[in-house]
Every structure is written in structure tokens, then in C-alpha cells.
Nanobody
Framework: QVQFVESGGGLVQPGGSLRLSCAYS????????SGWFRQAPGKQRELVAS???????NYADSVQGRFTISRNNAKNMVYLQMNRLKPEDTAVYYC????????WGQGNQVTVPS
């Protein structure tokens, strides 16, 4: 069964940093584009960053220049480095395939108090 397990969330003050990690259990990880998504209370889940197998990345405007997505195909891992965090970044963060998502994990809470 394909599964993503996120880790690394927590409480951080505005302007601080966090690094999220995502472990993928399944086959053919390297052929799929991966993405980090987030869902704030009362809002729909949104894509914040994505990365293809070759390493090209894309970011939502709201996180451009502050977040960095990376992947290690040999370890089936995806990472999200989040810098200069803002209260509006507060959400549950998930990783999954960028397209044709599989079963969602439980996500990781990131809280940036105002």
C-alpha cells in the first residue's frame, strides 16, 4: 500500500523556521512528481510546493522565496524547508503525489502564533 508519513511540524514563532520530512512507502517513487499541501482551519487543502523527479520546483505565490522543497529519490523522502514563517502559514501540512494523489496521511500541524 502506498503511504506518505509526514514529520517535523510544531510551534514556531513568527520569523522562525521548520523543516518537514515525508517518507514514502511504495514503489516507483522517483517517477512521480511530489507535492506539499496544507489545509488551514475552515479552508480547502492547497498545494504549496511541488517537485518533479529531475528536481525542478514550483511554489505557491504565498510561500515563494520562503519555502524550499527537495527530495531524495534514493531514500524515498521529500522535504519542505520553511523559513520566515508567518501566522498565515498555520495549517496541517501533508505530502503526496503532485498529481493523482493516493491515500492522504495524517499530516503534521504547523502553528505560527500571531
Amino acid at each position: 500500500q502506498v503511504q506518505f508519513v509526514e514529520s517535523g511540524g510544531g510551534l514556531v514563532q513568527p520569523g522562525g523556521s521548520l523543516r518537514l520530512s515525508c517518507a514514502y512507502s511504495g514503489s516507483a517513487f522517483s517517477i512521480y512528481a511530489s507535492g506539499w499541501f496544507r489545509q488551514a482551519p475552515g479552508k480547502q487543502r492547497e498545494l504549496v510546493a511541488s517537485i518533479i523527479s529531475g528536481g525542478s520546483t514550483n511554489y505557491a505565490d504565498s510561500v515563494q522565496g520562503r519555502f524550499t522543497i527537495s527530495r531524495n529519490n534514493a531514500k524515498n523522502m521529500v522535504y519542505l524547508q520553511m523559513n520566515r514563517l508567518k501566522p498565515e502559514d498555520t495549517a496541517v501540512y501533508y505530502c503526496n503525489r503532485r498529481y493523482d494523489q493516493v491515500t492522504w496521511g495524517q499530516g503534521n500541524q504547523v502553528t505560527v502564533p500571531s
